[in-house]
């Protein structure tokens, strides 16, 4: 064998050994990486999210938040989505572990990062606004339902709206056959369109992790468990849906 062949064959090896380590990500990519990503992007949305309910003037109703949670979702999605998956929503990443789009092992890491950046975003939104607009927006806290008489109407608007939010995700992001790169705007168009739809019947919270700071930063508690069972509720059934009928060859369980 030649030396110019032992060098080519030396490249060839070295070459292989690049894309082996490329292809296999370590444990800081794997695992704590995608966390920080939900944190970050959590914070972020949610920081939007209340500081557009707090400083929403007269007149506006709900178009001022439903823009600009849709469209902080979608920007954040786009940008740090392919650390994580871009979640933010204890709901969403439910729905996608269901249809395999999320590592088990994730679940609760993911669920902790969110509620801990809700809880961040809240608080930043909290101390950039107006103290007297914060109390008078009860610190962006969902305070739509009043009286047990609503319940019924409210909760099963939160399982209908994250229904429609998260089988925009599974949907328009992980299932291969649907998957579009439209995806992050078509998810924060989502949002948009379900607090137009729905903010005056329960708020459209959609999300525990969006309920759970500015409850706690407001101590405002009354009704909040129908922010979160109605959301995980509604990926709970998406991800069944996805699995049994509405997903591809991979992700169906029947009718293969």
């Given amino acids: 064998m030649s030396s110019g062949e032992i060098v080519k064959m030396s490249i060839q090896e070295s070459e292989l050994d690049c894309k082996?380590?490329?292809?296999?990500?370590?444990?800081?990519?794997?695992?704590?990486q995608p966390c920080l990503g939900e944190l970050v992007g959590s914070a972020f949305f949610i920081f939007i999210g209340c500081a557009s309910v707090i400083e929403n003037p007269e007149?506006?109703?709900r178009l001022q938040p439903a823009l600009a949670h849709g469209l902080a979702l979608g920007l954040t999605i786009a940008v740090l989505g392919n650390l994580s998956g871009g979640h933010y929503n204890p709901a969403v990443s439910l729905g996608a572990w269901l249809i395999g789009g999320l590592n088990m092992v994730?679940?609760?890491?993911?669920?902790?990062?969110?509620?801990?950046?809700?809880?961040?975003g809240a608080g930043l939104a909290r101390f950039v606004t107006v103290a007297e607009r914060y109390e008078n927006a009860t610190g962006a806290a969902f305070t739509n339902?009043?009286?047990?008489d609503q319940l019924p109407a409210a909760l099963v608007?939160?399982?209908?709206?994250?229904?429609?939010?998260?089988?925009?995700?599974?949907m328009g992001?992980?299932?291969?056959?649907?998957r579009s790169p439209l995806a992050p705007f078509c998810i924060g168009f989502t949002v948009t369109v379900d607090i137009l739809a729905g903010?005056?019947?329960s708020g459209a919270c959609m999300n525990p992790a969006r309920a759970f700071g500015s409850a706690l930063l407001a101590n405002r508690w009354d009704y909040q468990w129908v922010y979160w069972v109605g959301p995980m509720v509604g990926g709970l059934l998406v991800g069944a849906l996805i699995r049994i009928l509405?997903?591809?060859?991979?992700?169906?369980?029947?009718?293969k």
Avoid at 145 to 148: L, V, Y
Avoid at 157 to 170: D, G, K, P, W
Avoid at 173 to 178: D, Q, V, Y
């Fill in 59 to 61: 007149g506006m109703g």
């Fill in 173 to 178: 992001a992980i299932n291969e056959r649907t």
């Fill in 157 to 170: 608007a939160e399982i209908v709206m994250t229904m429609f939010l998260v089988m925009t995700v599974c």
């Fill in 106 to 120: 994730l679940v609760i890491p993911y669920w902790v990062a969110q509620l801990c950046g809700g809880l961040i």
């Fill in 145 to 148: 339902i009043t009286s047990d």
């Fill in 199 to 201: 903010g005056n019947i």
């Fill in 246 to 255: 509405m997903g591809d060859k991979k992700t169906r369980l029947v009718f």
């Fill in 20 to 32: 082996e380590h490329l292809v296999q990500p370590g444990w800081y990519e794997q695992y704590l």
